[in-house]
């Protein structure tokens, strides 16, 4: 049986459950995310000051906070040093927006502290961009026209961008133990607020897991219509 293009077997068996889980995790994360971005936290403290306070706790005052566009686009840039927070977090006196704060706050404390989950992820951003935007189509082509050197260097390409979704796991499961354990020992959350916190960032944390599934689905794929295609050659 011919199949249209991305709509083979071992798409709709592996690809296409990974990429549901993800909606379940996206879907997961905006609720809660709403959720506790609407309980105000006691002190009245904001993401923004939380991050502030936590960084400077941490002898990193040369760490930039600056306002970034989005929501939930929370990020720390280790090249310049800067924490990007959304107006929503930096301003925001939730709970949720002063879990996400700290979370970034951790990735800078990582960066500080040379955490190697974090070096092993930062080294692998530029093959793991290429990988995850053309080693599929590279695969894809090398198993069309029969070229078997395409398939091995555009499942290699896409096998490193895997191995940055599977290092990225310990790095933001590690920023996310490391803001809880900040905001507990400064007492900028209750113990109320901090569970509420811990919820928002394993909902986050949730998205990466399904992340990397859909990845690993996704070379499994490429390995299994490479094997295939071979399988009909011989």
Known sequence: MVYPFYLDP???ML???????GMIAQGIVTSTYR???QVRTASGITGGEAA????SMRGLAQVRIERTGGRLSDHY????????????????????AVGVAAHEAGHAVQHAEGYLPNRIRSALVPVANIGSFAG???AIAGI??????????????????????LVTLPVEFDASRRAIAMLGENAILTEDELAGARRVLRAAAFTYVAAALAALASLARLVLLARSGRGRRS
């Not at 690809?15 to 889980?21: E, F, G, R, W």
């Open 10 to 12: 071992y798409f709709l």
């Open 15 to 21: 690809v296409v459950p990974a990429l549901v889980l």
């Open 35 to 37: 959720r506790y971005s």
């Open 52 to 55: 502030h306070r936590l960084l």
């Open 77 to 96: 840039d280790p090249r310049q040093e800067v924490l990007g927070l959304s107006e929503e977090t930096i301003a925001g006196a939730s709970v949720a």
């Open 136 to 138: 599929p189509y590279i």
């Open 144 to 165: 069309l026209f029969g070229f078997g050197i395409l398939v091995n260097v555009g499942i290699l390409l896409y096998a490193a961008a895997v191995v940055f979704y």
